[in-house]
């Protein structure tokens, strides 16, 4: 087929006889167009770097499969990621940037760590406060109810998706403005959510792991995290550095820790925010600087979320039921973007069997919209 | 060959004088590993930029997800506005790899879409690494995948510059040589038009 059409499909699975490569040999990738003497950055490394590590054993597990019942040839398994030694050895010079490295960067900066800790806005790292837990839903509605009155807003994180269903109800049940923002939310009613709160349509938001890339919201001035001495992922050390940086971008912002006990990555946190809030605000006093907070427009807040803009006014909430073919046209193109958002994150995950079933569906009312 | 200049309004502020000169000379000294350990808006791209900007070093830049990618990809393009700065993720839309569940007996066939526009910017990536120095690329971890061998890369390529004089007959038979179509009515990529 090769010397006939010169392509033939599937073929990128035996790459190794076209590059010349010996059994186990690692593929030329991107990083061999690069001149001898280059320099890698990696960006939020202590994401990055498991995600770079973890590339190798998912292709092979899935190759595994493939090869033992026979739909592939052994050769196979050389057309795969770069394993993350033979990713090493083909760095030059790296930095690794990261607002929580972890120790396994540190490990290899041997010391090499360069700060930035003082913003050009002389923001100072929100001050930390410790309650106990009894009396903490009271607790948190008097803060919120101060933080309302000024025109800001709040995040609020639980360890359960239960007890952020049941909180957000209770807070709502008593007259606050409340939304809830878990897993299953996609992309572009999550950026919706997040604009109106941007706006101020509602003053609190109650989530699970509020972490994900594109919550950094100047309005937001308080953030309360339940549970803060549950150690665990969603409490571990870089989690609370990060959850607590939400509220870093308010010149009043600050975090409430609701919790019966100091753990190790609660002291860490505290440790840690005071060590740069000395520094930050030693450094404004000596150039005499007035943090700010950056207030924006609502012009400059619709600017940044415009994904969300153009299905603005459509009903999101579309039932999943494709047989009975009631939705609308616009409706039904606002589903394939949905099912398509969760074909990608499923495929992502190597969740195959998921995905093919998405796609075909996808695919089914795609058929139907050009009809 | 021009040398990688950043052209930005503002100067380096906070801590970002320090980090700056304490990184490009990490580098100078032959450093291996270096953390920059930025808080929340203390602007580490502009930084990077800076350090790039000292130190004259081809850089790969690594992110974790397309979105963050996007981003870093269009503040370097600002930053950068004289140099090449590229940009290189998975050329798929939607990419379904075959597999095989023995459990349930199912296998799934390789399926997807791809996007010609990211095929374009990956293959302006690599040419312009094999041509030029002053290139930054902005990746995700597709840069840890199956690429062609750069020799053999560098073969299929024709090189033209501006004032080359070459005939219209030796071009066509270079272009098809690496496997380019023609046809004079629809313009795409890998088709020849005139």
Redo the contacts between chains.
């Keep these: 087929m090769i010397q006939e059409i010169?392509y033939c499909s599937?073929i990128?699975n035996y790459?190794r006889y076209f590059?010349?490569r010996k059994e186990g040999e690692r593929?030329?990738?991107?990083?061999?167009?690069?001149?001898e003497?280059?320099?890698?950055?990696?960006?939020?490394?202590h994401?990055?770097l498991p995600?770079?590590q973890a590339?190798y054993g998912g292709d092979r597990k899935?190759k595994d499969?493939?090869i033992?019942?026979g739909?592939r040839l052994p050769s196979a398994y050389d057309?795969?990621?770069?394993k993350s030694d033979e990713?090493s050895t083909l760095?030059?010079?790296?930095?690794?940037?990261?607002?929580t490295?972890s120790h396994r960067?540190?490990e290899?900066?041997?010391g090499?760590?360069?700060?930035?800790?003082?913003?050009?806005?002389?923001?100072v790292?929100p001050e930390l406060m410790i309650r106990p837990s009894a009396g903490q839903i009271d607790d948190l509605i008097s803060e919120i109810k101060i933080r309302s009155s000024k025109d800001e807003r709040c995040l609020v994180t639980t360890l359960t998706k239960k007890m952020a269903e049941d909180l957000s109800e209770y807070l709502s049940s008593v007259g606050l403005r409340v939304r809830y923002l878990h897993s299953e939310v996609k992309t572009i009613e999550r950026v919706k959510i997040l604009r109106d709160l941007r706006l101020g349509d509602f003053d609190v938001l109650v989530g699970i792991n509020l972490l994900r890339?594109?919550l950094?919201l100047p309005e937001v001035s308080l953030v309360a995290i339940l549970d803060a001495d549950k150690e665990g992922f969603l409490r571990s050390k870089s989690s609370l550095v990060q959850t607590a940086?939400r509220a870093?971008?308010h010149e009043q912002g600050k975090v409430i820790l609701y919790a019966d006990k100091i753990t190790d990555s609660m002291k860490y946190l505290i440790d840690e925010t005071d060590r740069?809030r000395k520094i930050q605000m030693k450094?404004n006093k000596e150039n005499n600087i007035t943090p700010k907070t950056v207030k924006k427009s609502v012009e400059e807040i619709m600017q940044s979320t415009r994904v969300a803009e153009s299905y603005r006014d459509s009903e999101i909430e579309v039932k999943r039921d494709v047989a009975t073919d009631k939705f609308l046209l616009e409706d039904k193109k606002i589903v394939v973007e949905m099912i398509?958002e969760e074909?990608?994150e499923a495929?992502e995950n190597l969740e195959?069997?998921k995905?093919?079933k998405l796609?075909d569906e996808m695919n089914k009312l795609e058929k139907e919209i050009k009809l | 060959m021009a040398d990688f200049k950043v052209e930005s309004k503002?100067s380096p502020?906070?801590?970002?004088p320090?980090?700056i000169s304490?990184?490009s000379d990490?580098?100078k000294e032959?450093?291996?590993?270096?953390?920059?350990?930025?808080?929340?808006?203390?602007?580490?791209t502009y930084?990077?930029a800076k350090?790039?900007e000292e130190?004259q070093?081809?850089?790969?830049?690594?992110?974790?997800?397309k979105?963050?990618a996007a981003q870093?990809y269009g503040e370097f393009k600002n930053l950068f506005p004289n140099n090449a700065v590229e940009y290189?993720i998975s050329y798929y839309d939607?990419?379904?790899?075959?597999?095989?569940?023995?459990v349930?007996d199912?296998?799934?066939e390789?399926?997807f879409s791809m996007n010609e526009e990211i095929d374009r910017l990956r293959l302006k990536?690599?040419s312009s690494?094999?041509q030029r120095?002053d290139v930054i690329?902005v990746?995700s971890?597709?840069?840890?995948?199956?690429?062609?061998?750069?020799k053999?890369?560098k073969k299929q390529v024709v090189h033209l510059k501006l004032d080359d004089s070459i005939s219209r007959s030796s071009l066509t038979e270079y272009l098809v040589d690496i496997?380019y179509q023609r046809n004079d009515q629809v313009l795409e990529s890998v088709i020849l038009g005139f």
């Design positions: 010169g599937g990128e790459s590059d010349g593929p030329f990738t991107l990083i061999d167009f690069f001149p003497d280059f320099l890698t950055v990696i960006d939020e490394s994401v990055t995600q770079i590339m899935r499969n493939l033992d019942y739909f057309n795969r990621p770069l990713f760095q030059n010079q790296v930095i690794y940037a990261s607002a490295p960067e540190l290899l900066s041997q090499a760590i360069t700060e930035l800790i003082n913003r050009p806005t002389g923001l790292d890339e594109g950094d940086g870093a971008r740069r450094f398509r074909m990608l495929a195959f069997e995905a093919a796609r | 503002f502020a906070g801590d970002q320090t980090a304490e990184l990490g580098l032959n450093a291996s590993h270096q953390t920059l350990l930025g808080v929340t808006g203390s602007g580490k930084t990077i350090v790039i130190v070093k081809p850089t790969l830049v690594i992110s974790h997800n979105t963050l870093l290189f939607y990419y379904q790899p075959e597999s095989y569940m023995p349930t199912t296998f799934i390789k399926d990536a690599t690494l094999l120095k690329v990746s971890v597709s840069c840890i995948y199956g690429l062609g061998n750069p053999e890369w496997y």
